[in-house]
């Protein structure tokens, strides 16, 4: 059974240009969260999904960010005209469907955004 | 707002002896609490969850507690080897959907 599967492992971006990385969760995960991880900081929760819907998206920046995850292939977070503060590592993770609170998250192993 | 601490100074031990990482969170009720572990390169691996209600939970060598009243939880690792050294995140959450909040981690190493 195939864990989170992430991609790409690295992307280097040039300041204002776009950046998309994929995640595809757990099979029979309908959850899917994204974070980002900067250096010395602890995981930042950025936006939770289900199937074709944004559950909570309280912690995406207000511009520039996008995420989805449509009904059919990977969960996408989108970032648009990076800057070099967006530099970070992005990981997904997913858990499957059912009551909250008692399944862990299943993290894939981050896509390293650099931009220059 | 929301803290929580983790020891960030890393923690060297002697392979055999127990490991302790601390855990303490100010402003926050959780209702569950968890543990990951992170190897460099690599996304957290989920260890062990803990709910409010209760106070220790073992998994083989590890060994969790959660104190709601000092708000603190501590997670044990006995015997340990070297293959434990790695980052040792906890995370706080809610009841509803997995909004986890991270601690910045623990870097424990074990020398042969």
């Known amino acids: 059974n195939a864990g989170v599967m992430q991609n790409p492992r690295h992307l280097v971006r040039r300041r204002g240009q776009e950046a998309r990385l994929r995640c595809s969760p757990m099979?029979?995960?309908?959850?899917v969260y994204w974070y980002r991880q900067l250096p010395e900081e602890g995981l930042k929760f950025m936006v939770y999904?289900?199937?074709?819907?944004?559950?909570?998206e309280s912690g995406m920046p207000k511009e520039r960010f996008s995420a989805e995850f449509p009904k059919e292939g990977p969960s996408i977070l989108r970032i648009q005209q990076v800057v070099r503060g967006d530099s970070a590592a992005y990981f997904c993770?997913?858990?499957?469907?059912?009551?909250?609170?008692?399944?862990?998250?299943?993290f894939g192993n981050g896509t390293r955004l650099t931009v220059t | 707002s929301q803290k929580i601490e983790q020891n960030s100074e890393a923690l060297n031990i002697q392979e055999g002896k127990t490991a302790t990482l601390t855990c303490n969170y100010t402003?926050?009720?959780?209702?569950?609490l968890q543990w990951y572990r992170q190897d460099p390169g690599r996304g957290p691996v989920f260890l062990l969850l803990?709910?409010?209600?209760?106070k220790e939970k073992r998994k083989e060598r590890l060994k969790v507690t959660f104190d709601t009243t000092l708000k603190q939880s501590l997670f044990h690792i006995t015997a340990s080897q070297p293959a434990d050294s790695a980052t040792y995140l906890c995370?706080?959450?809610?009841?509803?959907?997995?909004?986890?909040?991270f601690g910045t981690g623990t870097r424990l190493l074990v020398s042969p």
């Open positions: 993770a997913s858990s499957p469907p059912g009551p909250r609170g008692n399944s862990p998250l299943h």
């Open positions: 099979k029979g995960h309908s959850h």
């Open positions: 999904l289900q199937k074709e819907n944004i559950i909570d």
């Open positions: 402003n926050y009720s959780p209702a569950y």
């Open positions: 803990i709910r409010e209600n209760e």
């Open positions: 995370a706080l959450g809610d009841t509803g959907f997995q909004k986890l909040v």
